[in-house]
């Protein structure tokens, strides 16, 4: 009886054993590779390149004060529409001591002159009735005196100029601000109370605001220097407006830049290109934007994916079923690419096996 427990024992160790050996070598079997296939098919390719960039106004124009002092009062803000000559502020004038010592001075060195010329005129007046002196001495005095009277008014107004920033007599006002052109206010950079330097030769003053005709609006952009050489003037763009990157709007390629730019190593060239408005949507001096530009394009092309393309020494193959699992490298002629799917010229038919790399 214990002989035949300890045989059963031993069959029952020797079945594990073998078992045990069949799932380790099962376990250790390299898989037989499995590929997938693609065909190839006819579609439509675009060659594409990316320019980024901003919408910006034709035209925006930096309106500024002739004269120094502090802002008194401001008649828009942001986002009015306004017409060319409206009053946009109203500056304090603040006087230059010297400027105001001198006008001051002139003033009274014009007055004197005036009395001094005016009792001159008197006396002579008295003898030329008496007929004393002829009426062309006579005459002379007379315009001494009138240019003397002038030289008064012209003293009172310079003094009312500097001090006022308006002249009554004149009519000329020089501490209000007003616009040069039509067109939206798109900033307005300062406030109630900020002091103002005028424009001159030598600085360009403080800006009160500034205004552009947004009916005209133009995507200035920058391409890469390997896509600079197929553009061409009159090419269409189409552009992606960041804050709007559902709609898609149109402009007309009209300016490229004849020198490039040095940016992170890369050389770029600047574009500009005339945006067709939509009257659905309003766009906004300075959004972000990219235009796709399109450099070339062919409808109804053969073409494969690109990702299971071999490119080896300048020459480009595709592995081509022959049978189940058994594929052959064969080399083919390519056109263009849109970075997905690329054109086949030559080396393979329509609806034909290749490997999926």
Do not use: C, W
């Not at 035209?59 to 986002?79: A, M, T």
């Not at 766009?283 to 490119?311: C, M, P, Q, T």
Request: cysteine-free; charged content about 30%; overall charge negative.
């Amino acid at each position: 009886m214990k002989k035949v427990i300890r045989i059963s024992l031993i069959v029952i160790l020797i079945g594990s054993m073998g078992f045990l050996g069949f799932f380790v070598y099962k376990k250790s079997e390299k898989p037989k590779n499995v590929f997938a296939t693609d065909s190839t098919f006819v579609t439509n390719i675009e060659k594409k390149t990316v320019a980024t960039g901003a919408i910006n106004p034709r035209r925006e124009i930096e309106i500024k004060s002739q004269v120094s002092g502090v802002v008194e009062k401001l008649f828009v803000e942001p986002g009015d529409q306004i017409k060319s000559g409206q009053l946009i502020a109203k500056i304090k004038i603040i006087p230059d001591v010297v400027a105001l010592n001198n006008a001051e001075a002139r003033l009274k060195e014009a007055i004197i002159n005036h009395k001094n010329s005016e009792q001159e005129m008197k006396r002579q007046k008295r003898l030329f009735d008496e007929r004393v002196i002829s009426e062309l001495d006579y005459n002379q005095y007379l315009l001494t005196y009138n240019l003397n009277k002038q030289q008064v008014e012209a003293a009172e107004n310079n003094l009312e100029l500097i001090k006022e920033g308006a002249s009554k007599k004149s009519g000329a006002v020089s501490n209000l601000v007003k616009s040069t052109v039509a067109g939206m206010v798109l900033d307005v950079p300062v406030e109630e109370g900020n002091f103002v330097i005028e424009t001159n030769t030598f600085n360009d003053g403080t800006t009160i605001a500034s205004v552009a005709d947004m009916s005209e609006l133009i995507f200035e952009g920058k391409v890469d220097e390997a896509e600079v050489g197929k553009l061409k003037e009159g090419m269409q763009l189409k552009l992606t407006v960041g804050a709007l990157d559902t709609v898609k709007f149109f402009a007309d390629l009209e300016y490229i830049s004849p020198k490039g730019i040095e940016e992170e190593g890369a050389i770029q060239f600047e574009i500009r290109a005339a945006v067709k408005q939509r009257e659905d949507y309003f766009l906004r001096a300075g959004y972000s934007a990219n235009a796709d530009i399109v450099l070339d394009k062919k409808e109804k092309v053969l073409a494969v994916k690109e990702s299971n393309v071999l490119f080896e020494e300048n020459k480009t193959f595709v592995e081509v079923a022959l049978g189940e699992q058994q594929f052959e490298k064969k080399e083919i002629t390519t056109g263009i690419s849109d970075g997905i799917n690329i054109e086949v010229l030559s080396g393979l038919n329509e609806d034909q096996k290749i490997k999926k790399l």
